[in-house]
Nanobody, 123 residues
C-alpha cells in the first residue's frame, strides 16, 4: 500500500523559504509519477509539480517556475518541495501525490494523496 506523509509546513514571513519533505512508502513500481498539489481556501486543487519517473522529466506549473523546486523521489523514499520567495498567495494546504500512470494535469489523475501540510505566509 502506497503511503505518503508530508511535513514541514508552518507560518512563514513573506520572502521566506520552506522545504516540505514527503516520506513515501509502499511503492511497488519504479514508474509511479510523483508530485505536489496545493489547495488555497475557497479554491480548487492545483498541480505544482510532477516527476515522470519513467522518462525522468519534472514538470512545473508556470506560475511557480523559478520559485518552486522538486527534488528526490528517485529512491522511492523521500521527496521534497523547496519553496523560495514565499508570497501570501502561496498560503495553502500542500499535498504530496503519486499516480500509477503519467503526470496528469488534474487531481483525478493521481491515485495516492498524503494528508496535507498547512503553509501560511503572513507578516
Amino acid at each position: 500500500e502506497v503511503r505518503l506523509v508530508e511535513s514541514g509546513g508552518g507560518l512563514v514571513q513573506p520572502g521566506g523559504s520552506l522545504r516540505l519533505p514527503c516520506q513515501a512508502s509502499g511503492f511497488a513500481r519504479d514508474d509511479l509519477a510523483i508530485g505536489w498539489f496545493r489547495q488555497a481556501p475557497g479554491k480548487g486543487r492545483e498541480r505544482l509539480s510532477c516527476l515522470d519517473r519513467e522518462i525522468g522529466v519534472t514538470y512545473y506549473r508556470d506560475s511557480v517556475k523559478g520559485r518552486f523546486t522538486m527534488s528526490g523521489g528517485n529512491d522511492k523514499n523521500t521527496m521534497y518541495l523547496q519553496i523560495n520567495s514565499l508570497k501570501p498567495e502561496d498560503s495553502a494546504v500542500y499535498y504530496c501525490v503519486a499516480a500509477d500512470g503519467f503526470c496528469s494535469d488534474y487531481e483525478t489523475g493521481f491515485d495516492y494523496w498524503g494528508q496535507g501540510t498547512q503553509v501560511t505566509v503572513s507578516s
